[in-house]
């Protein structure tokens, strides 16, 4: 869902972009993706300055680091900042000759408790890696602060306002009504490395980039390759269903248009408002019109609701296919048997696969948050922390912020060490590279293709650019 149109139909493919704190709690908890962090984990609380308790601070051993007494021993040998050389002084807000203060921002409370906490958790497991094996950046250890955005764009607002104050750089956020922070970050010129940026408004922010790096108009040719491929004998019998909002009407318009032209034949094409319970007359539909390839746009919670629809009218066509939210052990408990079959299409590294970059951030993420199971989002929120001390390493001591957004701009391949398909997260283009996987009975198994990613063009379908 995501905009992107490249695949990650992401989250906010179910959200809509500038309705903000005007939705409902229950509207907004139809829109967002359901329990896209830790599963079972329960949100973290806010405290009275936005800060979330309990979670600021260096990691590693107690007292390791001393603002005003740096560290100044040399990094280990490999270590991911081993290109920042000397070191350096307070030369930014947020930067002292000890400390680099960056900030997390995600949504942990609303109407989905724990929405994007694993982004949250991501973020904290790598600052804990770092500061414990990797030295530090030029002579700086890292300090996180987070903030609960609260599933809202003005919660979202106010948190960046702070992290304006208190950090250097924002790192690994996620926030399904992102665009309440985008002046903010703007007015005062803060690094915005992100998990990944979901309303067009965060996205065309000039300091806010995403490690996944998605546009709406920009759709890559691989996904509608992968599908005519896999499903061959289906692929002039597909239909599309979306939520009726605006982020997700796009994303699927947009998808449709670029499937249509690699050649896949569309034989229904529904909207269905966040309000509507009754799933069982567009499963007529579907059945009607003959469809054997269903496209899904929305929140994993509807996705579940459709199939069920579904099953109860013995209705199965040869593939279901949905965004990487549903890419979570809280959809296989959610839908059960009806959602076995589900086919996503992903840009990540495969959990299931032997990834050493995923291997890290799982064990990391077990020590920050004991049984909190990896997700996608996390995986971007690790990627997002990882470029942002690499690439500040570059910078060298003399870090600021305005240089470390032109050293991000600069950013156009980026794969964190394999754990990502290409990202062009500086000039903000759709990755054109994916990967299916499919549900069979409560696993996740790689379907196309048979390992890596593949790679298409871009199409540009002209909806939402």
């Not at 010129?189 to 995403?210: N, Y």
């Not at 992903?346 to 077990?366: C, D, I, P, R």
Request: aromatic share 8%.
């Amino acid at each position: 869902m995501h905009r992107r149109a490249a695949l990650i139909a992401l989250v906010v493919c179910a959200l809509i972009a500038g309705c903000g704190s005007r939705l409902t709690d229950e509207q907004r908890a139809a829109l967002v993706v359901p329990q896209g962090g830790g599963g079972t984990q329960e949100g973290t609380a806010q405290g009275e300055d936005g800060a979330v308790p309990g979670t600021d601070g260096t990691a590693g051993q107690p007292g390791a680091n001393n603002p005003q007494q740096p560290n100044k021993q040399p990094n280990p040998p490999g270590s991911i900042a081993g290109a920042c050389q000397g070191t350096g002084g307070a030369t930014d807000k947020g930067v002292t000759s000890g400390e680099i203060t960056i900030a997390n921002i995600s949504d942990i409370s609303g109407p989905v408790p724990g929405l994007f906490q694993s982004a949250q958790q991501a973020t904290k497991a790598f600052v804990e890696y770092f500061n414990a094996t990797q030295g530090s950046v030029c002579g700086r250890k890292l300090k996180l602060v987070s903030f609960d955005s609260r599933t809202d764009s003005g919660g979202d607002q106010q948190a960046t306002s702070q992290a304006c104050e208190q950090a250097f750089a924002m790192v690994g956020s996620m926030s399904a009504f992102d665009q309440g922070g985008g002046p903010a970050a703007t007015a005062c010129g803060i690094p915005d490395l992100r998990a990944s940026t979901v309303t067009a408004q965060r996205q065309r922010t000039p300091v806010s980039f995403g490690a996944a790096s998605n546009v709406v108009n920009l759709v890559s040719s691989a996904g509608p390759d992968l599908v005519k491929s896999s499903f061959p004998g289906a692929i002039n019998h597909a239909a599309y269903l979306y939520l009726n909002a605006d982020a997700s009407a796009q994303n699927a318009r947009s998808m449709q248009k670029a499937a249509e032209a690699r050649g896949i034949k569309f034989v229904y094409s529904q909207a269905i408002d966040i309000t509507d319970v009754n799933y069982a007359p567009y499963v007529a539909k579907l059945k009607e019109t003959g469809a054997k390839i269903v496209y899904w746009i929305g929140s994993a919670q509807y996705a579940v609701r459709l199939q069920q629809a579904m099953r109860q009218q013995g209705y199965t066509p040869e593939a279901f296919i949905t965004d990487p939210t549903a890419y979570d052990p809280q959809y296989i408990r959610q839908g059960g048997a009806a959602v076995d079959g589900t086919v996503v299409y992903t840009n990540g590294a495969l959990f299931e696969e032997n990834n050493a970059q995923v291997a890290l951030y799982k064990q990391w993420l077990g020590r920050v948050a004991p049984g909190a199971a990896p997700s996608y989002f996390g995986m971007f929120a690790w990627a997002a922390a990882r470029l942002f001390v690499t690439t500040a390493a570059k910078v060298g001591p003399q870090l600021t912020r305005k240089a470390m957004l032109d050293a991000v701009r600069g950013v156009h391949d980026f794969t964190a060490e394999g754990m990502v398909a290409p990202q062009d997260v500086g000039g903000k283009r759709t990755s054109a590279c994916m990967t299916l996987v499919r549900l069979k009975g409560s696993t996740w198994g790689r379907l196309a293709p048979a390992s890596g990613y593949s790679c298409g063009t871009l199409i540009d379908t002209g909806v939402g650019g």
